[in-house]
């Protein structure tokens, strides 16, 4: 069957090779395949697969068009969710850039001689992210936040050979899970600390009572299923190294234009989600898994993923750049390798560089402010409603909780009538909620009348 | 002749002049005006601005299309990394997987409201399950390691529902594997055992047969193997292991080298990972992000616990009564979520793209073409003494073949890493180099479907071009690369404790004394 896609598919060239490898027939090159195994061409071709025969570009370009039109798509800024993956304005020059060929379809930069423009966009990345962080060194991209900590968890095993890990009550409960996967061969035990149920900040004291024989303590910064930023995040960086135990830290990027940051905090460990720098939804992936450590040699060592750095030609001439400490990874190492990842989110990681670069300083701070304002405009604006906004009384950033007067469920699903995608019932998703609670988010998509559209239709409703 | 370009392009840091990048300033004053100043707590402020660069909207563009100009996918020419099948990633798919409708579907949007995108993604679980000849799959994993990883967490369950998972503690793997299996194997608490491989290229079968016990818990293989090369006593293999009652993982990396030819579920495999990045078109951006599915065979585990009902992560199913496509989220018999929702669903659209363009008649002809274009490839490299083809003699290879420079390195001291810079050089990307590790000077080499007849003549030709030079004057293949955009890198400086520089801001403090060497 000739194809576009498939050069040697063309008739003639496929029979001159096949002639001058000296076989007759496609199939004599299988002739080391069992017999019971090969798969019929007829039964093959009745198999449920596609549309049971090839389509033209026309016919699958409808059929997709359908596929897309068949959902309900909420303009991003009648989208007032968050939950660990936020719609946000996307620059034209963003994806313009991620998509340029050279990058899109190359593979990992084995050859770097030939690769120095990918290998410096994810250098750059690992730069930016670490100013934002104010971590000295941060790894080439994980999967998503959610992997990340898992691995940030194998990782502070592995460095002290303890076994009880602290987690907040109010951890993202797909991280959680995540986590549970990662950690559960492992013997590790993941104990959750309490969180005041008027403030949401973590209870200091809990911490205290449970931080004996400690591994690591994890805080979640904000928290994503109540938009608190915790004031006891530098408490708690103390109690875990007074317990000689490592602290690590769950960010958002974009929180840290405005609030105190993983290095300041003396975090050993610092994950994130970077899905917030320009990346799409995408009903869940591909997003952006940050990693970060502190510069010392044996945390480093213990690192997961692929790690880009600087150096120079042999002769010293220009600058270059390649992927290091190698010897960490599964390509060398195998069983005894830090982690099994390879392939990561290297075009989700230079998409947020190109995002960062592109915002520069002001910008991103612009957006922080942005998402500050919005959140906390939208819940007073909630509150003179009547009703409890924001639910917890603690500094949040973005999202936060709001006690409804009826099944939250209803009220977000009456508000898809109107165009509008109204926050989580977080009910469906962590064990300590009331089916009232809903979560919701803002962010610098929405501009004020986005705002005052949605109180107006939530008033309506009452 | 090719010469790629050097730009000699600066940092990004080093652009940084204060100039205005994209800002959305406009309204902040309107709720400033209501709400006063930004007010967070003192204790929780950021101290110091980031060092971020400032740089306007044009000069952004030019920085990272001069850098892309600086590297090279397989839009630029063939990239014969073996193992990577690293085929044509078609601009349907991408202009496809990029629609906006797509991009602002949130994870959590109510299910009813999205079932043009389930009944899809539903669908290309059937698809896959039809292609592996499994029962189920789960479209989540974010990559093919995370897709064993999902598979050995499934084996551990399995073997912790049959109450077995104390003794069950040893993961059979052949030599010729991919990193990444022995790496799945331990990230899944398991101990490995390596198995040999014989002349012909197969796993070492009594040297398997021994390696058996009862701490057996399964056995992962690639199929063909990186070797290119099919296991011909599978159905053997597959008795045996199950005999122990351990499972039989499929590392599905090298399905190119099959596709519509002969399926894992056929051959007795438990579990199969697909990289969606390799066998099904979805670009590998420079390193990621990929889709790595799980498809399984379903079975009975004990009582009325089927194994599907151990997969990780979420699986899209039909509610008949409902009319309605749902997700059905992992149970209590799972080990959980390997990543956040559902999964890498652009990738996912794509592949769906690419299969319901191809059909099950295009899918065949792409691994047919795939074969035809490896053994091509070897006939053409027969008559070279430079290079030989180590196991496997006479057999012929499926989606790779690994060729080994040993012969020429004995002769002239020229390795394998030489001839992929001089590869490099004439405009081809090198093979995959040093892997596996049971050949010496290794250079495996995967055309995929995508590459013309001519590229791969032109290839050939010049390795061997590369042979003569190298016969003629040893010393000149090791100044390669020339016509790249460095020259060879220097990788000591790279990984010395006090030159290591993995930011730019660690490069800046060590710079100003405030970080020693990193020892
Ligand atoms: C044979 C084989 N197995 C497993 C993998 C791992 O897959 P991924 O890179 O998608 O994690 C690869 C590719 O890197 C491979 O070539």
Request: glycine share 12%; with cysteine; proline share 5%.
């Given at each position: 069957m000739e194809h576009e896609w498939i050069p040697n598919s063309n008739e003639q060239v496929k029979k001159s090779m096949l002639d001058y490898i000296g076989v007759k027939d496609v199939l004599d090159l299988y002739n080391d395949i069992p017999k019971q195994v090969l798969i019929d061409e007829e039964k093959w071709n009745n198999l449920d697969i596609g549309k049971k025969k090839p389509l033209d570009q026309i016919e699958v370009e409808k059929i997709m068009d359908n596929i897309l039109n068949n959902n309900k798509i909420f303009d991003e800024s009648k989208q007032f969710i968050g939950g660990g993956a936020w719609p946000h304005y996307v620059p034209a020059a963003v994806q313009y850039l991620a998509e340029r060929g050279e990058i899109l379809t190359a593979y990992t930069p084995y050859q770097p001689e030939i690769s120095q423009g990918l290998l410096q966009m994810l250098f750059e990345y690992q730069s930016l992210i670490s100013d934002i962080l104010e971590m000295d060194v941060v790894n080439a991209s994980m999967y998503d936040m959610a992997s990340a900590l898992g691995e940030a968890f194998l990782m502070s095993k592995r460095i002290n050979d303890k076994s009880k890990i602290l987690i907040p009550e109010t951890i993202n409960p797909f991280h959680l899970s995540v986590a549970k996967s990662y950690t559960s061969p492992h013997e590790i035990s993941l104990i959750s600390y309490k969180v005041d149920p008027n403030t949401g900040y973590s209870d200091i004291e809990d911490i205290k009572s449970k931080a004996d024989d400690l591994s690591a303590i994890y805080l979640e910064y904000p928290y994503q299923y109540t938009g608190i930023v915790d004031i006891n995040a530098k408490a708690i960086s103390e109690i875990?190294?007074?317990?000689?135990?490592?602290?690590?830290?769950?960010?958002?990027?974009?929180?840290?234009?405005?609030?105190?940051?993983?290095?300041?905090?003396?975090?050993?460990?610092?994950?994130?989600?970077?899905?917030?720098?320009?990346?799409?939804?995408?009903?869940?992936?591909?997003?952006?898994?940050?990693?970060?450590?502190?510069?010392?040699?044996?945390?480093?060592?213990?690192?997961?993923?692929?790690?880009?750095?600087?150096?120079?030609?042999?002769?010293?001439?220009?600058?270059?750049?390649?992927?290091?400490?190698?010897?960490?990874?599964?390509?060398?190492?195998?069983?005894?390798?830090?982690?099994?990842?390879?392939t990561n989110s290297s075009l989700s990681a230079i998409t947020a560089a190109i995002y960062i670069s592109l915002l520069g300083r002001k910008g991103l701070k612009d957006v922080a402010e942005s998402i500050w304002y919005r959140s906390h405009y939208a819940a007073k604006q909630i509150k003179s409603l009547g009703f409890k906004s924001p639910l917890f009384d603690g500094e949040f950033f973005g999202d936060f909780v709001v006690e409804f007067n009826e099944d939250f469920e209803k009220i977000r699903n009456k508000l898809i009538d109107f165009g509008i995608l109204f926050g989580i019932p977080l009910i469906q998703y962590v064990p300590w909620a009331k089916n009232s609670w809903g979560l919701l988010s803002f962010t610098e998509v929405h501009s004020k009348s986005d705002i005052d559209f949605v109180i107006d239709k939530l008033k309506s409703l009452r | 002749m090719f010469k790629q370009a050097n730009w000699n392009e600066p940092l990004i840091y080093e652009l940084s002049n204060g100039r205005e990048g994209i800002r959305f300033k406009g309204n902040n004053e309107e709720f400033k005006q209501i709400l006063g100043d930004i007010s967070i707590p003192q204790s929780l402020k950021r101290e110091k601005e980031p060092e971020l660069p400032e740089v306007s909207e044009i000069e952004v563009v030019r920085h990272f299309t001069r850098l892309s100009e600086m590297a090279y996918g397989v839009d630029s020419g063939p990239v014969p990394l073996g193992s990577c099948t690293m085929k044509y990633n078609p601009k349907l798919s991408l202009k496809i997987a990029t629609d906006k409708r797509l991009a602002f579907i949130h994870p959590l949007q109510p299910e009813s409201t999205l079932q043009g995108l389930l009944k899809a993604l539903y669908e290309l679980q059937n698809w896959l399950a039809s292609i592996t000849g499994m029962d189920y799959c789960t479209l989540h994993p974010a990559a093919g390691a995370q897709g064993e990883l999902s598979g050995v967490l499934m084996i551990r369950k399995y073997h912790e529902i049959k109450g077995n998972i104390n003794l069950k503690d040893e993961i059979i793997i052949p030599d010729s594997a991919h990193g990444t299996n022995p790496a799945s194997a331990a990230?899944?608490?398991?101990?490995?055992?390596?198995?040999?491989?014989?002349?012909?290229?197969?796993?070492?079968?009594?040297?398997?047969?021994?390696?058996?016990?009862?701490?057996?818990?399964?056995?992962?293989?690639?199929?063909?193997?990186?070797?290119?090369?099919?296991?011909?006593?599978?159905?053997?293999?597959?008795?045996?292991?199950?005999?122990?009652?351990?499972?039989?993982?499929?590392?599905?990396?090298?399905?190119?080298?099959?596709?519509?030819?002969?399926?894992?579920?056929?051959?007795?495999?438990?579990?199969?990972?697909?990289?969606?990045?390799?066998?099904?078109?979805?670009?590998?951006?420079?390193?990621?992000?990929?889709?790595?599915?799980?498809?399984?065979?379903?079975?009975?585990?004990?009582?009325?616990?089927?194994?599907?009902?151990?997969?990780?992560?979420?699986?899209?199913?039909?509610?008949?009564?409902?009319?309605?496509?749902?997700?059905?989220?992992?149970?209590?018999?799972?080990?959980?979520?390997?990543?956040?929702?559902?999964?890498?669903?652009?990738?996912?659209?794509?592949?769906?793209?690419?299969?319901?363009?191809?059909?099950?008649?295009?899918?065949?002809?792409?691994?047919?073409?795939?074969?035809?274009?490896?053994n091509y490839f070897i006939k053409l490299m027969e008559d070279s003494k430079g290079y030989s083809l180590p196991y496997g003699n006479g057999r012929f290879r499926k989606h790779e073949v690994v060729l080994s420079a040993e012969p020429l390195h004995e002769e002239t001291g020229v390795t394998a890493e030489d001839v992929s810079k001089g590869l490099l050089d004439s405009g081809f990307y090198a093979p995959t180099i040093y892997f596996p590790l049971i050949v010496k000077e290794a250079l495996m080499i995967e055309f995929t479907e995508s590459e013309t007849k001519e590229n791969i003549e032109r290839f050939a030709n010049r390795l061997k071009e590369i042979e003569e030079i190298a016969k003629k004057n040893p010393n000149e293949p090791k100044q390669w690369p020339i016509n790249t955009t460095v020259r060879r890198i220097d990788m000591v400086k790279a990984n010395h404790p006090k030159t290591i520089t993995p930011t730019y801001r660690a490069g800046i403090l060590r710079q100003k004394g405030i970080l020693g060497p990193l020892r």
């Open positions: 875990a190294h007074e317990k000689n135990a490592l602290f690590i830290m769950g960010v958002n990027p974009l929180s840290l234009m405005l609030y105190k940051t993983p290095g300041e905090l003396n975090a050993d460990i610092a994950i994130g989600e970077g899905q917030p720098l320009g990346l799409g939804l995408n009903f869940g992936g591909p997003y952006l898994g940050i990693f970060a450590t502190k510069w010392n040699a044996e945390y480093v060592k213990q690192m997961p993923g692929r790690l880009i750095g600087m150096t120079t030609s042999i002769d010293g001439s220009s600058k270059a750049f390649a992927m290091i400490l190698q010897t960490r990874e599964q390509h060398i190492r195998r069983s005894k390798a830090t982690s099994n990842i390879t | 990230m899944g608490g398991f101990k490995t055992i390596e198995i040999p491989t014989d002349e012909s290229g197969n796993m070492d079968y009594d040297a398997f047969l021994s390696s058996l016990s009862e701490r057996t818990a399964g056995l992962m293989l690639t199929n063909p193997s990186t070797l290119g090369l099919f296991e011909e006593r599978i159905l053997d293999v597959a008795k045996i292991i199950h005999e122990k009652d351990g499972l039989l993982y499929y590392d599905g990396a090298n399905l190119n080298g099959i596709l519509g030819k002969a399926r894992p579920g056929d051959m007795g495999f438990d579990m199969a990972h697909l990289n969606l990045h390799k066998t099904f078109s979805t670009p590998h951006g420079g390193g990621g992000p990929g889709a790595g599915p799980l498809c399984i065979k379903d079975r009975l585990v004990k009582d009325d616990i089927m194994f599907h009902d151990l997969l990780p992560g979420p699986i899209v199913i039909y509610d008949e009564k409902e009319k309605l496509y749902k997700i059905k989220w992992p149970g209590k018999y799972s080990p959980g979520l390997l990543k956040s929702f559902f999964g890498n669903v652009q990738q996912l659209i794509w592949a769906y793209t690419y299969i319901l363009t191809l059909g099950p008649q295009g899918l065949k002809e792409a691994g047919e073409i795939a074969v035809i274009n490896t």
